[in-house]
């Protein structure tokens, strides 16, 4: 491997640290527990907002040790949930702490659990797409890679995608909004799948009741093993989970309104270089880029100078969006100023057309 190619692939590790501090805090309890929650909802957030855009082109060739990040991300994933639950059957989980650690754990499981998951199920091999299923399906949330891959990516910035932000809609009324009507997204785009196999919607085929019921039997298994407790702190890191992924949908595309029928490019996401938010999040912040093909590895995504950019990253973004006052004052000028900017090009451009 390059040299500088191995320097870029070391810097996506930081996106190993939450399930890290998790695993090591689940197990040793007490105020440990609150080692993730400090690291990446206080540390990561004020580092992102006095860190400074990378926007170079990726270096890295190989991606082996992508690759590898990919799959260590998938076993923290998995130890950080079965740590959270041998610690509370166990007792060295006690009181409080119970408490934080699910929601430590519910943070590690939405910015390592499902972003890796995100990455995975865009990929062609089976076998990383099982792994992308299974992160998902700890959080409670399997149906995202139904929803996700045949519908948002089919239906961005339209009104048919319910994980698209509309403009001046709030965090609240996007999250209240979009959870339910995703899952339904899903369930009828199984079924339309289905249907034009010719194949019942009640079969064993349907693999939508399939996750459904996957995700129920774990449920069960974590309940008569662990008690109500267990299956509590179980629920409870997974809408932790849920509530950053959807955090993260709001932010990525709000307010950037699709045509039906125009093609998807590079000015219907919003772009962050933030080097926190590039790393620490295997590159998702370059989600214009993922859009315009879905299938490139994070490792190889790129900046693009046509897109919108916000003011701060993911990290910097989120106590904004939890006020919504707070979000529209930062963010509305913004979009104002590139919808603008993005009339007045096409109007050009039409004239330019036409002689």
């Known amino acids: ?11 996506y590790f930081l996106s190993l640290l939450p399930g890290t501090l998790v695993v090591a805090g ?6 440990w527990t609150m080692a993730n929650v400090l690291f990446t909802m206080v540390l990561l957030i004020a580092f992102e907002n006095f860190s400074r855009e990378q926007k170079q082109p990726p270096e890295i060739t190989d991606g082996t040790v992508p690759d590898i990040i990919l799959a260590l991300q998938v076993v923290l994933h998995t130890a950080s949930v079965f740590t959270l639950l041998y610690a509370v059957h166990t007792g060295i989980l006690t009181g409080i702490f119970i408490w934080i650690a699910s929601i430590s754990t519910g943070i590690s499981s939405g910015i390592e659990g499902i972003n890796s998951a995100h990455e995975l199920i865009h990929r062609k091999k089976w076998v990383a797409r099982l792994g992308g299923i299974w992160n ?3 959080v409670n949330y399997a149906h995202f890679y139904i929803e996700h891959i045949r519908g948002h990516h089919r239906f961005i910035g339209t009104n048919r995608d319910p ?3 509309r403009y001046g809609e709030s965090f609240y009324q996007f999250f209240l909004r979009t ?3 995703q899952f339904k997204s899903a369930m009828a785009l199984e079924a339309e799948r289905l249907r034009k196999s010719g194949i019942s919607i009640f079969s064993p085929h349907n693999i939508m009741l399939r996750l459904i019921l996957i995700q129920l039997v774990i449920c069960m298994i974590v309940f008569v093993i662990t008690g109500g407790i267990g299956l509590f702190v179980y629920l409870n890191q997974s809408i932790v989970a849920f509530f950053l992924l959807e955090y993260v949908n709001y932010i990525e595309h709000y307010g950037l309104q699709r045509n039906e029928g125009e093609k998807v490019n590079v000015t219907h ?5 933030l080097p926190i938010s590039r790393f620490a999040l295997i590159e998702l912040s370059r989600h214009s880029d993922h859009h315009l093909t879905a299938s490139r590895p994070y490792y190889q995504l790129i900046s693009h100078e046509e897109s919108p950019v916000l003011p ?3 990290f910097g973004s989120f106590y904004w969006a939890l006020i919504p006052p707070v979000w529209f004052k930062k963010v509305n000028p913004v979009l104002d100023a590139f919808l603008e900017n993005k009339k007045m090009i096409a109007i050009q451009q039409k004239k330019t057309a036409h002689g």
């Open 312 to 314: 701060s990253g993911y």
């Open 269 to 273: 996401s919003w772009q962050w270089d």
């Open 26 to 31: 689940n197990l040793a309890g007490g105020w």
């Open 163 to 165: 994980a698209t932000a």
């Open 136 to 138: 998902l399906l700890l």
């Open 179 to 181: 959870v339910p009507a």
């Open 1 to 11: 491997m390059h040299l500088n190619s191995a320097k870029i692939s070391i810097r």
